[in-house]
């Protein structure tokens, strides 16, 4: 599968933004999609996953009543509003697939797109 991810900028303390990750090829062979990001200087981590089919969505603490991930079927997208970011939201966000279901470790993601970068200013 590929996957084309987009909606990234700068933004205010409180703002919002909205990513989008489209998904293309052989979707059906995949469970989940997730978001994970990286900061300057850390490690990749997990932010949120939704599945393919049905409605299950998990997102990580420190996005969680922020953000929220939902999907659009006909269009294979995937869209992902957050609300109320912070400075610590900085980093570039990475949508990726997996055939596992709701996974949250990035070794389990075998197909990644190409990253956007969010920056929350102060």
């Known amino acids: 599968v590929q996957l084309q991810a987009s909606g990234g900028g700068l933004v205010q303390a409180g703002g919002s933004l909205r990513l989008s990750c489209a998904a293309s090829?052989?979707?059906?062979?995949?469970?989940?999609l997730g978001w994970f990001r990286q900061a300057l200087g850390k490690e990749r981590e997990f932010v949120t996953a939704i599945s393919w089919i049905g409605t299950n969505t998990y997102y990580a603490d420190s996005v969680r009543d922020r953000f929220t991930l939902s999907r659009d079927n006909a269009k294979n997208t995937v869209y992902l509003q957050m609300d109320s970011l912070k400075p610590e939201d900085t980093a570039i966000y990475y949508c990726?697939?997996?055939?596992?279901?709701?996974?949250?470790?990035?070794?389990?993601?075998?197909?990644w797109g190409q990253g956007t970068l969010v920056t929350v200013s102060s």
């Open positions: 990726a697939a997996t055939t596992r279901h709701m996974a949250v470790s990035t070794a389990t993601y075998d197909s």
């Open positions: 090829g052989r979707t059906f062979s995949y469970l989940t």
